[in-house]
């Protein structure tokens, strides 16, 4: 049983790795960087602030502490418990990774990327809707998630369920602790 869900997993991150050309290894190289999205970030700082500047900094630091906590959850607790092999390390399967920069780390269950990226997207649906603010930013970015989530398959350093579980992981985070932040500012108005 394990071993044929272990195959399966191999042949859905091939066949997912295998659609690649010299323009899609660029593209991906610079959708995967870290980097590349700081003018995003800048954009999501200057949307709250114009849009909840009263409760800026509570809000800037729940968005924060979502992304921080999915990094940890997943690089510094997750990668290490379980220390699955990326695609691109993975002896079995390597050899015919279609790998797009470096292979990164050894480990890759789960991907940190689609956590973090997917914590982002959760925390701004919930202040969006939470302030009643009438945008599209959170579609935008559900679908930036994705990208850069599908990303981590295309350049070969992470497996389908990486991106999954590591997505599902990111995207929970911000519903299970702003109900603790809300807490915290009745629990300060009742004092």
């Known amino acids: 049983m394990i071993d044929s869900i272990k195959y399966a997993e191999y042949e859905w991150f091939l066949w997912l790795n295998s659609f690649h050309s010299p323009l899609w290894d660029t593209i991906m ?92 997207v959760a925390a701004l649906i919930i202040l969006v809707k939470n302030y009643k603010i009438d945008s599209k930013i959170h579609l935008f970015l559900f679908f930036w998630a994705i990208i850069v989530s599908y990303s981590r398959v295309y350049v070969g350093v992470h497996f389908p369920t990486d991106i999954v579980i590591g997505g599902l992981i990111g995207f929970l985070i911000p519903f299970i602790i702003y109900p603790v932040i809300t807490l915290f500012k009745y629990k300060k108005k009742l004092t």
């Open 29 to 120: 190289f610079w959708v995967t960087y870290r980097f590349t999205w700081i003018p995003l970030y800048l954009f999501i700082i200057y949307f709250l602030y114009k849009n909840i500047s009263q409760n800026f900094v509570r809000n800037l630091l729940f968005v924060l502490i979502s992304v921080g906590l999915a990094d940890r959850i997943t690089s510094g607790l997750m990668k290490p418990f379980f220390q699955r092999l990326r695609p691109c390390h993975d002896p079995l399967i390597q050899h015919i990774v279609h790998v797009v920069g470096n292979c990164g780390g050894q480990f890759g269950f789960v991907s940190s990327h689609a956590s973090n990226s997917f914590a982002l």
